[in-house]
């Protein structure tokens, strides 16, 4: 198997250049010995209480403190998070990323799949939280490294979806479209932009007061722990979570290689025998550990953490935007508001609503999921995942009638208060 220790090895001396952290996990992990007791408490997993350590490790760390709120959106494949994600890209103070941590991924752990080795999985935490660190400092050199092939001169035409991130397609990092175009599509910006000019990119980053990072690739709220009391990252983070059935309806209809004996499932209504049914297993247990966390309110957490169900979002955008913006203490922009007003239901102009991708799976079908999966798949799910139905307020259906009777929501009134 390719989680063997020789291959961790390899993969690490081979794929990138590699850094302190991630270093100190194979000595942590192999010797079991703290060597740098200087620079942290020993552990990764400890309280770091000051980071000072890393402005000498790594120069190009900003340690000057600022005021700045950063934002973290912490997600799971297909649960609305780029529709989410939206809401900070279209504020003129923030510098939205949509999944850097793909190029993580990728150079890391090309392989994904559900069933993780322990040590992989930490390489990968560490690297994305040093990641996350440093584009929070809005450094993209940092980047670089992860970037296949490697930029040149600072450049590069690889950076993932570059084109949903408003501030990598307009002044100063591209020219090609001006202020009065309105909303530039991801694919415009991809054709017309030239190969996006790093040091630019972080000139930009640098004008903004905030920047925003949407991600799926973190598993748990608690891998954020170390970034989260840093009080030089001033990070808040916001996690979007959705019924399970939601997600895996979405995820059988965008990913079709991994979830093909899922689709056959769906279709025909009988499960195949040889269903790898982790997916949804990982899924629901590293959703519920993560919510267990946010709702037990731990102390490091205060003032940093709010839990949004997408589907609130979906009915009720506006209203649910003002929470969100009123707990990172930023103002909502006339700009966010005509966002959320031309893509979702309450605009029927089509054509408006049918330029942004994001409302595919948006607004007007949270929980169309219920029209499209078989009775005894939404029973599995439901079973599979009760304990964070049970938390997250979402209710399981007792009949194949309810489950397709539209005028029974699901989801049960929940008042989820920012943690402040
Ligand atoms: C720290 O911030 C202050 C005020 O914003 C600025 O004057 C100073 O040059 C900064 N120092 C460094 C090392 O960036
Ligand atoms: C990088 O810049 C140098 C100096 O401007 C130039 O000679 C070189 O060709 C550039 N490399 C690439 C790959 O563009
Ligand atoms: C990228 O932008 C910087 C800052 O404007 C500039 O100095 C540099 O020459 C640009 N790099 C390339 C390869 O054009
Ligand atoms: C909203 O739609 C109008 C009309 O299509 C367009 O002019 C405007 O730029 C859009 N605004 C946003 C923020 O999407
Ligand atoms: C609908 O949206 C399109 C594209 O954004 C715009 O050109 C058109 O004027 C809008 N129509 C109405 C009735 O708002
Ligand atoms: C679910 O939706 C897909 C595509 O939208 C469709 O092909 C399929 O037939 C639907 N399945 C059910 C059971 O409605
Ligand atoms: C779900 O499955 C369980 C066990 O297979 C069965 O006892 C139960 O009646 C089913 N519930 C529904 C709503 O179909
Ligand atoms: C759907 O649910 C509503 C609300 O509980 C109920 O009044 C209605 O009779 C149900 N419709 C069907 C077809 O079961």
Same mark, same amino acid.
């Given at each position: ?34 060597? @740098? ?13 000051? $980071? /000072?350590? #890393? ?41 939205? =990323?949509?999944? &850097? ?7 890391? #752990? ?14 990968? =935490? ?15 050199? @940092? ?7 490697? +930029?040149?001169?600072?450049? *590069? ?13 307009? #002044?100063?990092?591209? /020219?090609?479209?001006? &202020? ?34 949407? *991600? ?13 009391? /840093? ?12 019924? +399970? ?9 965008? $990913? ?15 499960? &195949?025998?040889?269903?790898?049914? *982790?997916?949804?297993?990982? #899924?629901?247990?590293? @959703? ?28 009720? +955008? ?9 707990? =990172? ?92």
């Amino acid at each position: 198997m390719w989680c063997s220790r020789k291959t961790v090895i390899l993969l690490a001396l081979v794929s990138i250049p590699i850094q302190y952290t991630v270093m100190k996990i194979f000595i942590d992990f192999y010797v079991h010995k703290c060597l @740098f007791p200087n620079f942290l408490n020993c552990g990764l997993g400890q309280d770091v209480k000051s $980071f /000072d350590w #890393m402005c000498d490790e790594y120069p190009y760390f900003s340690c000057n403190s600022s005021r700045k709120t950063n934002i973290l959106i912490l997600a799971t494949p297909r649960s609305g998070s780029s529709f989410f994600g939206q809401l900070f890209n279209q504020h003129s103070d923030v510098f939205y =990323l949509f999944e &850097p941590l793909y190029h993580v991924q990728i150079i890391l #752990m090309p392989h994904a799949t559900p069933r993780r080795c322990a040590v992989e999985h930490r390489l990968m =935490l560490e690297a994305s939280r040093d990641l996350l660190r440093s584009l929070y400092n809005c450094d993209f050199y @940092f980047l670089e490294s992860y970037i296949m092939p490697r +930029p040149a001169n600072h450049t *590069t035409d690889k950076l993932f979806r570059r084109g949903a991130s408003k501030a990598l397609c307009s #002044m100063p990092v591209c /020219d090609a479209f001006s &202020p009065s175009d309105g909303n530039i599509e991801e694919g415009d910006c991809v054709r017309k932009c030239a190969s996006l000019n790093l040091t630019l990119a972080t000139e930009s980053c640098r004008e903004k007061q905030h920047v925003a990072i949407k *991600t799926v690739r973190i598993p748990e709220l608690s891998d954020l722990k170390a970034l989260i009391k /840093d009080p030089r990252l001033n990070l808040k983070v916001i996690q979007l979570v959705r019924d +399970p059935c939601g997600i895996l309806s979405s995820r059988i209809e965008t $990913f079709h290689d991994t979830y093909c004996l899922w689709q056959i499932w769906r279709d025909t209504g009988r499960k &195949p025998y040889n269903l790898d049914v *982790t997916y949804l297993t990982t #899924m629901c247990t590293d @959703f519920l550990n993560s919510v267990s966390t946010g709702l037990s309110r731990p102390p490091w957490l205060h003032g940093w953490y709010m839990l949004v169900r997408y589907e609130d979002l979906a009915r009720n +955008p506006l209203q649910k935007s003002k929470e969100v913006y009123k707990f =990172l203490g930023l103002s909502m922009e006339r700009n966010v508001v005509d966002w959320i007003h031309n893509n979702t239901e309450g605009n029927n102009n089509e054509s408006a609503v049918h330029k942004y991708g994001t409302l595919r799976d948006s607004a007007a079908n949270a929980e169309s999921w219920r029209l499209n999966l078989s009775n005894d798949m939404v029973n599995y799910t439901q079973t599979v995942c009760k304990h964070i139905l049970d938390e997250l307020g979402y209710k399981a259906v007792n009949s194949p009638e309810d489950l397709k009777n539209m005028s029974l929501s699901l989801t049960e009134d929940k008042t989820l208060i920012p943690f402040l």
